[in-house]
């Protein structure tokens, strides 16, 4: 026998280190580091990781116990997983098993008995790499042959029987599913199983439905409508009568009086698992590079080759071409038997973008994102685990992705701050891409026309203590044509010369220039910070904190104004303390009525209204932008999610409404953020043909953020910017830990939250590293609060919170997480939470 270190799956401190257990014999050839195992905890049994193999200790064993089973066939983690689990226990002070079950589709998180069948036959042999070709080739061994034929008569086997009548299989077994012989699966249940919706198709031809549709009643007004969405709806079809009532606001029994007059067809069909299968995409072939893409390749390509890792931070403009330069890479990375991460975020993961991927590489691609079903989840993972897949598309967590041969990952608009997690464990992908790469010899490109701060700030330093990317530069866009022209209009003077629209007279101009030529245009509303922040119509100013230089929140309810870093607080104003006018009031606004606006204006306008209203349901999104790729909309009205990724040919005009709202979020990367979004949304216009435009309007046109992203002036940003960081001690010139503690009662709270602060101050002086931030050379730690969070109540807890600032080379996030376990053992009732999360990206 040997033995198995194993983290169980209870998220508790004492149990956070691994127990070790023997290994019973006949189990032993189905254990790996990275094996679910059942393992005797206490009374009951648990579900584990195994993370190491150990030979069976010279010590007494007869106390230890014996692994109980195995639930997969194949380790659902791999050794290098298990290694970047370890990291993100300490990097992030979370639990290990927290980590480890944060890589897993939720889909395998449950205690499901797993089963073996023949492969499917679905796998297209075309598109398979040659290498597997050949392996199916290859002459079958007695054993192999055995066991395929029981499989193939059975059906379907359990893992259990499966062992019981092979003890010796357990190498075979794994060998045939890895080369797709046999296919692990579990009983999809209750949630999981088939999915099946009401479909709606057109029961008679478009030109009949359009004939029946001229010829309508007039009484029969919501029948009509009803009919032209669906004939719209063409190119779609068959498409959900869930969406189609929720879209157009009508009852069940409009749909079926067309069905009952033969007009259209109503039926359970199941719901694709595969949401991209059954589609057809144009295969793309590689672009000849620019000069500018081609020094870039060739860098990049430099390591792959070398199979070093590297890590690379591409800045490259709006529309220079990083998309194929991230295709040409991973087309380099396959050639060499090895497999790709994409990481895109949530927001642009948009079928735009993964046709480009799916168009180069076909079924080699597997896609990962939110919106997918927990069964549609645990297909596209099992594709990748077992080898199906060499390319993964995904959100946040498909870096995860469990690859075996991992040669590069790329991370898109790598500013993006949904790359961090803000559920536990609290990681952020670039720093986990980053460490596992490391790992494997894997190169990673971070991609961005805006670069974060830290990425940028790390690879002009080339500071020691943190990641040093190589900066790869493309200044121009790839189809030559220049930047759009960007014109800043200031709302005051619009207020000042009596136009109280929202719309400035630019910006209307411009509108109906569009409207007359049939071109396109892009609004943007930002409504992130909307109705948080009291501001002057008149002048632009805007309430501050005088501590912090972030603007204050302002609090309806006890109509005062505060700051949640230092906890300052201040009367709401009456009349404005800079030029005493009355036009000073909390700021709300949203799309619906920048539309009911749009409507007013230009009567008879077509707006496509793009916002987190109407992109809930499943596919949604993707419908919008076809209606508007195919010019059904003059406008496309939206939030972030129209700054991102859109690449149509007609749109020659971006109008941003109020480009401030995001700059006053109490929120130190408050400018960072508008100069991304601004740059994000200019770039949409003007990219192929046709000359672009840009509007912006704003109250405060003087702030840096909007004057160089109308220059398109990343650099000059970024020196400004940087200024700003380093006097007042924020990221990347420190980092931040951000502690928040919870209970049911205030009073007792405060006090902890004080000790909380007290015990950090003392400790880390005993160690010698309170310091002061102001010495840029030295290392130093200083603690900000305890004041009430932003939230300051939730699910009727109270909540406090800490903020600490820290440089140097010390293990501050080990310091936070040592006092924060202390508190927690000495307030003795167990209803004190502490959550922990460093390198925040949410400050509000
Ligand atoms: N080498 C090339 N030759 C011809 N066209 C190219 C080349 N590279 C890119 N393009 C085209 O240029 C346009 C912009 O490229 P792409 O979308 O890849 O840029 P991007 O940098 O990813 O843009 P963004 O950051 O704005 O999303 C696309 O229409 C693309 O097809
Ligand atoms: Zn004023
Ligand atoms: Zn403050």
Not at 518 to 532: A, D, I, K, M, P
Not at 604 to 627: A, C, F, N, W
Request: hydrophobic share 40%; aromatic share 6%.
């Amino acid at each position: 026998m040997e033995m198995a270190r194993v983290i169980v799956d209870v998220p508790s401190k004492d149990t956070d280190r691994p127990f070790d257990y023997l290994i019973p014999e006949d189990l032993r050839p189905w254990i790996e580091v990275g094996s679910r195992v059942g393992v005797p905890f206490g009374h009951r049994t648990l579900q584990g990781f195994v993370v190491s193999l150990h030979p069976r200790p010279e010590m007494d064993t007869a106390k230890m116990k014996p692994i109980q089973e195995v639930l997969d066939v194949m380790p659902p983690l791999s050794p290098e997983l298990i290694e970047v689990g370890e990291w993100m226990k300490e990097r992030y002070a979370c639990r290990h098993i927290s980590a480890l079950q944060s890589m897993l589709p939720t889909a395998l998180k449950g205690k499901a008995e797993r089963y073996i069948s023949l492969a499917h036959s679905d796998m297209d042999m075309d598109s398979t790499e040659e290498a597997d070709g050949l392996f199916a080739l290859l002459p079958e061994s007695e054993l192999e042959q055995q066991i395929i034929r029981f499989v193939g008569q059975k059906g379907e086997v359990s893992l259990q029987q499966l062992s019981r009548a092979f003890p010796d299989g357990a190498a075979t077994i794994k060998a045939l599913i890895g080369r797709g012989r046999l296919s692990e699966f579990q009983q999809i249940k209750d949630k999981l199983q088939k999915k099946t919706m009401k479909a709606i198709e057109l029961a008679v031809s478009s030109e009949e439905a359009s004939t029946a549709l001229a010829s309508f009643p007039a009484k029969a007004q919501r029948q009509k409508e009803v009919l032209q969405y669906i004939l719209e709806m063409e190119d779609f079809l068959p498409i959900s009568q869930k969406d189609l009532l929720q879209t157009l606001g009508v009852t069940a029994g409009t749909v079926k009086a067309l069905a009952d007059k033969g007009l259209i067809t109503l039926e359970d069909v199941e719901v694709f698992r595969d949401p991209y299968r059954g589609r057809n995409f144009t295969p793309s072939t590689p672009l000849a590079l620019t000069q500018e893409q081609q020094v870039v390749y060739r860098s990049i390509v430099h390591k792959l080759d070398e199979r070093e890792h590297g890590v690379f931070l591409l800045h490259g403009v709006t529309g220079s071409g990083k998309t194929e330069i991230y295709l040409q890479t991973i087309q380099r990375c396959l050639e060499q038997e090895r497999q790709a991460i994409v990481l895109v975020p949530e927001i642009s993961l948009t079928p735009q973008m993964v046709e480009r991927f799916k168009a180069r590489f076909g079924d080699r691609v597997a896609v990962m994102h939110s919106r997918l079903s927990d069964g549609e989840r645990y297909d596209e993972w099992r594709k990748i685990r077992e080898g199906r897949a060499s390319v993964v598309v995904g959100a946040r967590s498909a870096v995860f992705a469990p690859f075996d041969r991992l040669g590069l990952i790329i991370m898109d608009e790598e500013h993006e701050t949904s790359y961090k997690q803000e559920e536990t464990p609290k990681y952020h992908a670039r720093d986990v891409a980053i460490h596992r790469a490391s790992l494997t010899g894997a190169a990673v490109i971070l991609g961005s026309a805006t670069p974060s701060l830290e990425s940028y700030h790390a690879a002009k330093s080339q500071a020691q203590d943190h990641f040093a990317p190589q900066l790869l530069e493309m200044p121009s866009r790839a189809l030559g044509n220049r930047l759009p022209e960007v014109q800043i209009v200031d709302m005051r003077e619009e207020l000042r010369d009596g136009n109280r629209s929202m719309f400035s007279r630019s910006l209307h101009a411009a509108i109906t220039t569009r409207l007359e030529r049939g071109e396109q245009t892009v609004l943007l509303l930002n409504r992130r910070g909307y109705s948080t922040f009291v501001m002057c119509r008149s002048c632009g100013y805007v309430a501050g904190c005088p501590e912090c230089d972030i603007s204050l929140t302002y609090h309806q309810k006890s109509n005062n104004l505060r700051c949640h870093y230092c906890g300052y607080a201040a009367q709401a104003p009456e009349v404005c303390p800079d030029c005493g006018s009355e036009h000073i009031r909390y700021f709300g606004t949203g799309t619906q009525r920048v539309e009911e606006e749009l409507a007013k204006l230009f009567p008879g306008i077509r707006v496509i209204r793009m916002d987190v209203d109407t992109t809930t349901e499943k596919g949604s999104h993707e419908k919008l932008l076809k209606q508007f790729r195919d010019k059904k909309g003059d406008v496309l009205l939206g939030t972030q999610m129209v700054a991102k990724g859109l690449d149509f040919p007609d749109v020659t005009l971006v109008g941003v409404i109020t480009a401030d709202s995001a700059l006053n979020l109490p929120d130190f990367r408050a400018a960072e953020k508008t100069f991304q979004l601004l740059t994000q949304v200019a770039g949409r216009a003007g990219r192929h043909q046709l000359p672009g435009e840009v509007v912006i309007q704003s109250y405060t046109p003087e702030h840096y953020s909007i004057i160089h992203a109308s220059s398109h002036d990343y650099l000059s940003f970024v020196k400004d910017e940087l200024k700003h960081r380093k006097a007042l001690h924020y990221p990347p010139y420190c980092r931040l830990i951000l502690v928040t503690l919870s209970h049911e009662q205030l009073p007792l709270l405060v006090r902890m939250a004080e000790n909380f602060a007290a015990a950090i101050k003392s400790e880390s002086d005993r160690r010698g590293w309170f310091g002061s931030l102001d010495r840029f050379d030295a290392s130093a730690l200083d603690i900000l609060g305890p004041v009430a969070s932003p939230i300051p109540r939730l699910k009727n807890r109270y909540r406090f919170q800490c903020m600490i600032k820290w440089r140097g080379t010390m293990d501050a996030v080990s310091l936070v997480r040592l006092v924060a376990e202390k508190l927690q053992d000495s307030a003795r009732d167990s209803k004190l939470q502490i959550s922990i999360d460093v390198d925040p990206q949410m400050l509000m």
